[in-house]
RNA sequence: GCGAGAGUGGCGAAACUGGCAGACGCGCUGGACUUAGGAUCCAGUGGGCGGAUCGCCCUUGGGGGUUCGACUCCCCCCUCUCGCACCA
């Protein structure tokens, strides 16, 4: 039977959520109940999850995402806080651009209908967006403010275009960032990436290299996976840059770049990397200039078949030109060799293969001279060594430690002016061309005259044509639209080209939380004082595939804009809550592997907030989530119970005293409402200390069964007033705390009850620690750490009774009489051990 | 290879600073109510053993150790996941 007739012949026996769930999000849209302004007398939190790509449907890792974020924006609201919680659109992107290729829909209308079709499925499921600040930044009023950043950043060379060697997607027909291409291949379409000399504009992150490391270390809420990714990702190092000249040539000098000045003493080589401009001017004849071809030719072709070899053949070539180690003078060989990358430090290393292992290797193989200038512990062996030590073989470098060494040698360099202390990273500069069409343009004119400048800040935006043809054949597509490309030099008037790069759509993502502050403001980027209020995004949501794109970024661009004089915020994202993918039959859904559950199915067959409980019920957010459609059954089941349970016991809930500190006079009674404020402890701690919903989920859960419990316990010998009053404050107990969970059937109940404000507008329960006192409790007796009876004793028994009571006990006596006591350990209120000489 | 994290029932998972391992849910078994039920309710459910409404033994990837006591702390090993991968 299909899950749609099962749902219709079941849909009798559960409660209405369809109708419940239509209500009461008709009525909080009615209400504007979630829309925010700035209230200083508020604490404010700024609840955040990473928006969509509209893509056509939202999927099941949407349905977590938002879920979590949902119960994180109401939880808020109970507490009291003022809570911005926004929703928007990342719509720039390639999809839009391959569906009008192959579809002949314009990017345009294509992405507006997703977008409408989207938030009709956001909508139901009931989230508590502030819809009122839905920012879209395929839209002009958005990307305009980007192209005057853009602008700004150009006029401080943070900006800037020059000529080099990319990653490009043979597949997407453009460009990619490092941080784009995974294992070689293209993030987005896992294409292999071919390396491509263009021209292209780059945004310098590298300038914020070091504080966005520092600031790694001072934001303790986020992930340390994420932060480890980040800064293995920068990947600082600190060393020497110098030169070594080459023998017989005055004026040419290899500069090389190392982490291990002490090792200076110990090159006995040195190494280009192939592609190095300098070996052009180091060949002296043309048997010289072959061999190099071949060699390079070599390198390349292995290096796109064996890139993610772990261990690939070093391999080399000796130059005929030599080069001088300027701290003896000797004469060393120069090669290129296939592992040293141009693409870090100088492109160019000298080699020491006591201390490194991959030049131990290299000169191992070529037969070339190793000396030691640490000297090894007395027991070691092995290869290079790479350890503590006194510096040996090594001038005047003898006898120091290597950190001291490090330090002299970089002394020496500079009092000579032969080199400096250097600090590299791996972190490029931030590639943000694309070849593409559906992106932001970039404000950039080219004057005959003038050369390159930026578009008037009074004519922005530089609005996107709409006409354009769309062939997927490589090339900007605004190359061909030549009402776009003709315009006039903002600086003399003349005739002037536009770029017609666009922008990486990782920029429009770099700053969509600010614009939410303040999404219609029309007189910058963000308005100061809405930004300085709600700045910096308290809690932010999403998947840990971003560690070190769009994080980093975002980042990037906050300082950007703080160093711009707009914002005070350092960092964009106080805390970062990563997590985990919904996976189902052991593996990531997907439509090729046909495992996939569809949103709507499940909303329409079970409603939102089953969805959103079973999402937060079986695994902890950071864990992926292993989707079960039985799980998703027994969540619909435990909303049925709290709907019959709630529903069944109306009337005398609502004539029952308020709770108030009412206390029970009866054992039962005692018992229940220590459980009640047990669950509001469990539950506010598994929220506020680790995101642990599944566990809160569960301790409600309990709260529920305990209330069936009660109501069996309690129908004779309680006083009816007793009974209603508890029943009255373990069911509005129960609806407060399931209310960020599940909010329609928790909102809907609640109003039955005959409250006439919204759930989220009430307080979150408080402890009332006089629940919780107990006068007895189970304490465990063990006999050499077996469990082998319980006692119950008074909380406030002295050691030596439960002592006392333990060795008397009946059950403990048989495995205490034939051996001596030797110890006896008192846990108070927890347990007793006895230990016996064995 | 380096770095980080994780290994607990048939399954998803609990167990805060060492103190009753397996909460909660799924699944399964039995029962009740039923024309029927995959609805609902009740009971049971880690494995093994036993003269079975009670009790014993074993059990948190494997092996050692610390401790009265270890899923938790320490050492060694195995497996898996993720990240980086000649970064000088």
Redesign the pocket.
Known sequence: ?SGK??AE??ST?RYPFREVEAKWQRIWEERKQFQVTEDPARPKFYCLEMFPYPSGRIHMGHVRVYAIGDLLARYKWMRGFNVLHPMGWDAFGLPAENAAIEHGVHPAIWTYENIDYMRTQLKKMGISYDWSREVTTCDPSYYKWEQLIFIKMFERGLAYRRRSTVNWCPSCQTILANEQV??GRCWRCDSEVTPREIEGWFFKITAYADELLAWCDRLPGWP??VM??QR??I?R?E?AEFDLPVVGRPGLKVRV????PDTVFGMTYAVL?PEHPLVDQLIADERERAAVAAFRADVARESEIDR?A?D???RGLRLSAQVVNPFNNAEIPLFIA?????????????A?PGE?Q?DWEFATQQGLPIIETVKRPPDWTGEAYTGDGLKINSGFLDGLTITEAKRKAIDWLVARGLGEGKI?Y?LRDWGISRQRYWGAPIPILYCDRCGMVPEKEENLPVVLPRNVQLSGKGGSPLADVAGFVNATCPRCGGRARRETDTMDTFVESSWYFFRYCSPSYDGGMFERAAAEYWMPVDQYIGG?EH??LHLLYARFYTKVLRDLGLTKADEPFLALLSQGMVIKDGAKMSKSKGNVVDPDDLIRNFGADTARLFSL????PE????W?D??V???S??L??VW?FVVAHLEEIRVAPIDGGVAPTTEEGKAFRRVIHDTIARVTADIERDF?F??A??AI??LI?AL??FEQASLDGMPGSERGALLREGVETALLLLGPFCPHVTEELWAQLGHGESLFRGRWPEVDPAALAKNEV?V?V?V?????S?LTVDVDATEDDVRRLALADE?VKPWVTTNQVA?V?V?PN??V?I?TRR
Request: net charge positive.
């Open positions: 039977m007739n099962q012949t079941m026996d995974e294992d340390e996976r480890t990714m293995n990702w990947g190092s060393g770049f190392t982490t291990r990397a993610l772990a690939r053949p070093k296939n592992y040293v990358l141009m693409g870090y430090g100088t492109g160019a290393i000298m020491v490194d991959r590299n791996r840990i560690a070190v019920f079986a695994a902890p864990k992926d989530l292993d079960n039985h799980g059954d027994g969540g089941r435990f049925n119970r019959r642990h599944n566990t989920v569960s859960m309990e069964n069936y419990a189970t465990v063990q050499d750490g077996k469990v082998r319980r059950r110890r350990v846990v927890r347990l051990n230990v």
